[in-house]
């Protein structure tokens, strides 16, 4: 699928993000392989053509079962297609250009990681080479930047804080600095003969318009020089600007609010997504077989999770789930975008809103997997994000009112129009669903103890994200900053504690090492009983579960599994995509996710349809941008 040219964009950027975790998954074989010299296996040699030479010719091989050109050209090939996705966007609308400003920042990362990390290591075609990895980084950075510096003059254009000293000194340091990134790139192709000789014979307007380019916004940036503030005057260059009136920009205001809002960790640990979620494209089934999905069909997938156990670990403590009262968000949302601007703007927002619904009522059953719970949540929580701009809908004649019970003590509940003791609740629910996942692991196995790790390590980043969000709002206990931080503290116990109680370990561990988890217990335990939650929690089951910890620790033992070679590759892989290549609205133009843009609108993708290979490509004017072969 990497070679098909008969896929929309979209599907090549899925499947080459996919593939390139494959890669990374089988890396160690090619080491173990290229390491052995009695080995008599036939190389695997793999062939990349330069992209900028159409005829194809002069195409370069790799070493003996080396897999970095792959890796290289996988990247070059994904910042390539992000290029694409950008160009053909609609950059006359304000959605447009936004996806656009998206997919170029995306591009420009995934040649920065092919500059820095990848480049250095073959000896490829030009195209793979440090210099064009540099150049192309700094052309798509460029390319972004000037979209969200149109973005600006066009909201200075239809609001009256253009003329303020401040809007001044803030798109004079914006043409300076979009200068100073086309200057960055034309300065690198122009300084090498061989490289400018590439690009004209590849496109002879390259040059032309990146010439252009730098002049137009040096000029700008001369012009608009007087207009910057001395440092004592300036203000932060970001501001958040809420949901106004214009009904032309509503679907770029609710798409950017999932870029903005939703809060990456660099340092998130992958592994549960690759076993649990339905939307990795592996599973570990039958005893530990490790199984490819069909990412581009629907489900229903197969669920016997063979790392699942129907056993309760002694390590972790499952924590209770809130409870909700139902509500119709369809209903109140949809009226309040007709009384706010017309039926016209519902209708093309619809989409988005029945999904919403959808998700809040589903993600309270009890009856569907954990893994599937989990997902659920995870896409209520990003379909959130994309409405908070909303509220509070203070002209709305039936606003929603969110009404939560405490997770400890059900007999309590907060009642509110806050938008943020929904996701509050919903954060709150997804760390102690990962709980749950976690002790229905088996951590006598390798398989079960890393998830089971892994899972901890989600539901402690579930609860660090709860706490931007208990700020503001005020709720029951269980949503207290004292309450997370004490169950942070538990969660960061029992990791130590599996960690001390690895099936990898080959000789008894020293008591000192189960005397510091068990102060990791104390601290928690002190946290529960020593504070403001001593009286709301004492009666719960956590001060016994802790006392029972703070107990001398023993050590098991297993082989090393070998499918921890290719996960431990997937992990790397992931890590390494995640860090900016992968914008959460540029998900809504794949049709793997639950709300899709079609034609402007949002509108729900609803799972189990046909998803055909293939389709048309997003519309929209490619002459004002550099797209990449």
């Known amino acids: 699928m990497v070679e098909r040219g008969d896929l929309s964009l979209p599907k090549q950027r899925d499947c080459l993000i996919h593939y390139f975790k494959c890669l990374c998954m089988v890396e160690p074989l090619f080491t173990a392989i290229s390491s052995d010299a009695d080995s008599d296996s036939d190389p695997i040699i793999f062939v990349w053509y330069d992209a900028f030479n159409p005829k194809h010719e002069n195409g370069v091989s790799s070493e003996r079962n080396s897999i970095q050109l792959e890796k290289a050209a996988v990247l070059f090939n994904l910042g ?65 930047e000037d979209l969200k510096l149109q973005q600006r003059l066009h909201h200075n254009n239809t609001n009256d804080d253009a003329s303020s000293a401040l809007e001044q000194h803030q798109c004079a340091l914006a043409f300076e600095y979009v200068s100073k990134l086309y200057r960055a790139a034309c300065d690198l192709i122009l300084c090498d003969s061989v490289a400018t000789a590439v690009v004209v014979s590849f496109d002879e307007t390259w040059i032309t318009h990146l010439s252009l380019k730098v002049k137009f916004f040096e000029v700008e940036a001369r012009r608009r020089r007087s207009s910057i503030l001395p440092k004592s005057e300036r203000l932060p260059l970001f501001q958040f600007r809420p949901l106004d009136d214009n009904a032309e920009s509503i679907t770029e205001k609710l798409v950017t609010g999932i870029c903005h809002q939703w809060i990456h960790n660099q340092h998130r640990i992958p592994y549960i997504d690759l076993s649990l979620s339905e939307y990795s494209p592996f599973k570990i089934i039958d005893g530990g077989k490790l199984v490819a999905y069909p990412w581009d069909m629907p489900p229903p997938y197969p669920t016997n999770l063979s790392i699942l156990s129907s056993s309760s670990s002694s390590h972790v403590l499952a924590f209770p789930l809130k409870k909700c009262e139902p509500l119709d968000l369809y209903e109140s949302l949809r009226n309040y975008f007709v009384l706010k601007y017309s039926e016209s703007v519902a209708k093309r927002v619809e989409g988005l809103l029945q999904m919403l619904n959808k998700l809040r009522d589903e993600m309270q059953r009890d009856d569907i997997s954990l893994p599937v719970r989990r997902d659920c949540l995870i896409r209520y929580f990003k379909c959130l994000c994309m409405i908070e701009n909303l509220f509070p809908m203070t002209s709305s004649p039936n606003p929603p009112i969110f009404v939560w019970y405490n997770a400890f003590n059900p007999q309590e509940d907060s009642s509110q129009h806050n938008i943020h003791l ?204 550099i797209t990449l072969p």
């Open 422 to 625: 929904e996701k509050a609740s919903v954060l709150f629910n997804l760390g102690a669903l990962c709980t749950h996942i976690a002790l229905s692991c088996d951590p006598t196995t390798f398989q079960g103890h890393r998830i089971a790790i892994d899972a901890l390590n989600d539901a402690s980043y579930w609860f660090y994200m709860l706490n931007s969000e208990t700020k503001k709002a005020s709720a029951t206990v269980d949503l207290s900053i004292n309450c997370t931080d004490m169950l942070c503290e538990i969660i960061y116990a029992e990791i130590d504690d599996l960690k001390f109680h690895s099936p990898l370990s080959q000789s008894d561990r020293s008591p000192l090492g189960g005397f510091v988890v068990s102060q990791l217990y104390r601290q928690a335990y002190d946290l529960l009983t020593s504070g403001p939650l001593a009286e709301s929690l004492v009666q719960s089951s956590i001060p016994q579960y802790l006392e029972s910890k703070m107990q001398t620790l023993h050590v098991k033992t297993a082989p090393i599994d070998v499918t921890d070679q290719f996960l431990s590759g997937y992990c790397t892989a992931q890590s390494l995509l995640q860090q900016g290549c992968q914008p959460l609205c540029l998900d809504l133009l794949s049709e793997a996710g639950p709300v899709m843009i079609k034609d402007g609108n949002l509108v729900a993708n609803l799972r189990g349809s046909n998803v055909a290979i293939g389709g048309d490509e997003l519309p929209g004017d490619h002459t004002t941008t």
């Open 80 to 144: 390539a297609i992000h290029s694409q996705i950008g160009a053909s966007c609609d950059r006359t609308t304000a959605l447009g250009r936004h996806l656009a400003m998206e997919a170029f920042n995306a591009s420009a990362k995934f040649f920065y990681k092919l500059w820095q990390y990848f480049a250095k290591d073959v000896s490829a075609t030009l195209d793979l080479t440090v210099l064009f990895a540099e150049s192309l980084h700094w052309l798509l950075s460029a390319q972004a």
